[in-house]
């Protein structure tokens, strides 16, 4: 079946600009996360969505990120006002549930933003 | 605090030889999780293993195998007779079971080169 899809694949944009980027998890997973990959970097969590509780927003390194996830399925990550130093690989996951017992996250193929 | 340290940035081995990834982790939880996953040249995130912190037995899978010890909080990753396809980057995880969900830390990641 389908993975984990996200939209762009790549995204440059003028420092100072709002960018949105898209994930698509795979059908039926309630559990959604974002990470961001910096160039050489680790796997730095931003954001958690699990069915309809709130989201664990405890991740985000400022308040220029937001993530929103509608219907249980599709997130969009914005970042207003981008900075250079968000120029990053954004990674998105999905597992089938969470709580209590680990699942496995898949995870899509990422958006590379650049921010000029 | 969680933790994961890969102290191995670049490894280079020559095709058919074996190699080793380390990963050495903290936790102050007695229940968690550690986890590899493969990150190749096309970018996408691939789960390879799980263990939880009960469970010591080593594993081995094909060409690979990992070797958990506790008693160093270490969990190690090994490629037998490696192939030009292992090239990639390696990331070692931890997740500690205390959350109310699945939050993955992830080390920095061990980039392979495996030269033909």
């Known amino acids: 079946g389908a993975g984990v899809s996200q939209s762009p694949s790549n995204k440059v944009t003028e420092k100072g600009k709002d960018v949105e980027l898209r994930c698509d998890p795979i059908s039926g997973h309630t559990a959604l996360y974002w990470y961001r990959q910096s160039l050489g970097q680790g796997l730095e969590f931003l954001i958690y969505?699990?069915?309809?509780?709130?989201?664990?927003k405890s991740g985000l390194p400022s308040d220029r990120f937001s993530a929103e996830r509608t219907g249980g399925s599709v997130s969009t990550l914005t970042i207003q006002r981008t900075q250079q130093e968000d120029s990053a690989v954004y990674l998105c996951?999905?597992?089938?549930?969470?709580?209590?017992?680990?699942?496995?996250?898949?995870f899509g193929p990422g958006t590379r933003l650049t921010v000029l | 605090a969680q933790k994961v340290t890969q102290a191995q940035t670049e490894i280079s081995v020559v095709e058919k030889e074996d190699v080793t990834l380390d990963c050495v982790y903290e936790?102050?939880?007695?229940?968690?999780?550690l986890f590899w996953y493969k990150q190749p040249p096309s970018g996408e995130l691939v789960f390879l293993i799980r263990?939880?912190?009960?469970?010591?037995q080593n594993e081995i899978s094909g060409r690979y195998s990992w070797n958990f010890q506790k008693s160093t909080s270490s969990f190690n990753f090994t490629i037998t007779a490696s192939q030009v396809v292992d090239s990639a980057v390696y990331f070692c995880a931890l997740s500690e079971a205390k959350t109310s969900y699945d939050k993955v830390i992830f080390g920095p990641g061990t980039s392979l080169s495996v030269i033909p």
């Open positions: 263990r939880n912190s009960f469970d010591e």
């Open positions: 996951a999905s597992s089938p549930q969470s709580g209590g017992t680990y699942n496995e996250q898949f």
């Open positions: 936790t102050r939880d007695t229940t968690y999780y």
């Open positions: 969505f699990q069915g309809n509780s709130a989201p664990d």
